[in-house]
């Protein structure tokens, strides 16, 4: 079965960095995309980033410019560097796995999904 790991959470003062990692249990992922989502206290979860297969991105907008994805497939292993965090950057995140080649912001894109880690950002 494959599993995914995220960590890297924690608090965080404004204008801070954090980055999250994700394992995944199977190689097998490094041939399709892996995505970021979050989930405040009360709202529904909404997507961060993904990276597709070969490395091509995309961001929510209200993330762009501050958070890169990356993936280091010899270690099955996708990061989210996380810079100028702001309070309403304060969530649960969760790393997520998919079949598809390339993937989006859908949650049904993404098949396996981490425990979540969470993140606070102090004013």
């Known amino acids: 079965q494959v599993q995914l790991v995220d960590s890297g959470g924690g608090l965080v003062q404004a204008g801070g960095s954090l980055r999250l990692s994700c394992a995944a249990s199977?190689?097998?992922?490094?041939?399709?995309?892996m995505g970021w989502f979050r989930q405040a206290p009360g709202k529904e979860r909404e997507f961060v980033a993904s990276i597709s297969f070969i490395g091509g991105t995309y961001y929510a907008d209200s993330v762009k410019g501050r958070f890169t994805i990356s993936r280091v497939n010899a270690k099955n292993t996708v990061y989210l560097q996380m810079n100028s965090l702001k309070p309403e950057d304060s969530a649960v995140y969760y790393c997520?796995?998919?079949?598809?080649?390339?993937?989006?912001?859908?949650?049904?894109?993404?098949?396996?999904w981490g425990q979540g880690t969470q993140v606070t950002v102090s004013s």
């Open positions: 997520a796995a998919s079949f598809q080649a390339v993937a989006g912001s859908a949650e049904n894109e993404y098949t396996h």
């Open positions: 199977s190689r097998i992922f490094s041939n399709y995309a």
